[in-house]
């Protein structure tokens, strides 16, 4: 991660961690240097007690993925990583 410097956002999915996976490898493969990759919390949970319990997680599937994923690459090499993630 660059602490300074540009950087364009070319990926971002919402609840999907093995499409994001596969996102940075191919960039990974392709020579493409990766400035930020992460994610965050995309709703607040329901709960209002601060335990954080959600009653949507305890369903037959598990829990839930929340997060956004999401990648940055320099403006530079944005238009090639489009290209390379384009059949992700």
Do not use: Q
């Not at 007690?49 to 530079?76: M, Q, W």
């Amino acid at each position: 991660m660059a602490l300074f410097g540009k950087r364009e956002k070319i990926f971002e999915v919402w609840g999907d961690a093995p499409r994001w996976k596969a996102a940075k490898r191919a960039l990974k493969d392709a020579g493409i240097k990766i400035m930020e990759s992460g994610f965050y919390d995309t709703e607040m949970p329901v709960c209002g007690c601060g335990a954080k319990l959600d009653h949507r997680d305890f369903g037959p599937n598990g829990k839930i993925d929340r997060h956004t994923y999401y990648l940055s690459v320099r403006p530079e090499d944005a238009e090639r990583a489009r290209g390379v993630l384009s059949g992700i």
